[in-house]
Nanobody, 124 residues
Framework: QVQLVESGGGLVQAGGSLRLSCAAS???????MAWFRQAPGKAREFVAL????????DYADSVKGRFTISRDNAKNTVYLQMNSLKPEDTAVYYC??????????????????WGQGTQVTVSS
């Protein structure tokens, strides 16, 4: 059974940092893994993606230069390092995984598995 488990969320002051982790199990390989987030009353939005074989990454414009996605293939874990956090980064952050490449990586429908989410709260 495929399982994605996020950890690392919490409460941080504006300007601070957090590192989220997503541990994957139940499948030997994935094409790509990504982070999305969902703030109260808003749609789930794409944050960052990493292609596991090429190391290529993509980011939402709102987080470029502040967030970094990385992976440890030996641990089947993907990370999201979040620096210079802003109150508008407050959301539940979800890990997602693709088995095969999709054209629209920023769409939630392009992903085959999801984690349960971890809350990130940035205070002003």
């Amino acid at each position: 059974q495929v399982q994605l488990v996020e950890s690392g969320g919490g409460l941080v002051q504006a300007g601070g940092s957090l590192r989220l982790s997503c541990a994957a199990s139940g499948r030997a390989s994935w094409y790509a893994m990504a982070w999305f987030r969902q703030a109260p009353g808003k749609a789930r939005e794409f944050v960052a993606l990493i292609r596991l074989s090429s190391h290529n990454t993509d980011y939402a414009d709102s987080v470029k230069g502040r967030f970094t996605i990385s992976r440890d293939n030996a641990k089947n874990t993907v990370y999201l390092q979040m620096n210079s956090l802003k109150p508008e980064d407050t959301a539940v952050y979800y890990c997602a995984a693709q088995i095969t490449p999709k054209i629209t990586y920023a769409s939630t429908s392009s992903y085959d598995a999801w984690g349960q989410g971890t809350q990130v709260t940035v205070s002003s």
